[in-house]
């Protein structure tokens, strides 16, 4: 089955700087990343995705990278804040069924004021 | 539109008990599942369904029942209560077709197995 791996585990920034968090997948046969974001107690809530047909995808301050030859994609964090602090996840899964994802094990972002 | 519910959002049981986590959507979403999150790891597929009478396992389904008869409801049974599976127990639905195929969380439900 799909294997996702996730790099950083933890990871701190001062508020301002950006932040990388990437993920490879071991499957070539997805072709859905999505990027989650769950702040401490909370439900994990969307933030961005790609698909395989695309290499990169930005919305504002949050940017996705997709490298499908080397089976990678990254998060970019730009211009980091207090409120980015939460653990992020990313996830792959195949065909249009985003309902069995397999998730990398999360990074704890930590932005310091 | 309330988005998905589960009930109830915190359980303590004893080995050996069995219970029903509840989910349900409104969305009108054709996929549903079942993930379970331990601390520090990303979350698990236990179970997951395409419709209405169509389910299957994913990556921890032992331990796990599942059903659905309706579009909108899909319960999670624990058979035999193991502390192995204490955890927060998220579900999730998304509608397959299109440009998105987003997961929508539900609150989660924290379980606790003495």
């Known amino acids: 089955g799909e294997n996702v791996e996730q790099h950083p585990s933890t990871l701190s920034v001062q508020e301002g700087d950006s932040a990388v968090i990437k993920c490879t997948y071991s499957?070539?046969?997805?072709?859905?990343f999505p990027w989650y974001k769950q702040e401490l107690g909370k439900r994990p809530q969307l933030i961005i995705d790609i698909r395989s047909n695309v290499g990169e995808k930005k919305d504002q301050r949050i940017a996705v990278t997709l490298n499908k030859t080397a089976k990678h994609f990254s998060l970019h964090i730009t211009e980091t804040q207090p409120e980015d602090s939460a653990v992020y996840f990313c996830a792959a899964s195949k065909g249009t069924n985003a309902g069995k994802s397999t998730f990398g094990d999360g990074t704890t972002l930590t932005v310091k004021p | 539109n309330a988005g998905v519910t589960q009930t109830p959002k915190f359980q303590v049981l004893k080995t050996g008990q069995s219970m029903t986590l509840q989910c349900a959507q409104d969305m009108n979403h054709e996929y549903m599942s079942w993930y379970r999150q331990d601390p520090g790891m990303g979350l698990r597929l236990i179970h997951y369904s395409v419709g209405a009478g169509i389910t299957d396992q994913g990556e921890v389904p032992n331990g796990y029942n599942v059903s659905r008869s309706t579009t909108e409801d899909f319960p999670l049974r624990l058979l035999s209560a193991a502390p192995s599976q204490t955890s927060v127990y998220f579900c999730a639905s998304s509608y397959s077709g299109g440009t998105t195929d987003t997961q929508y969380f539900g609150p989660g439900t924290r379980l606790t197995v003495l």
């Open positions: 499957d070539s046969a997805s072709n859905y």
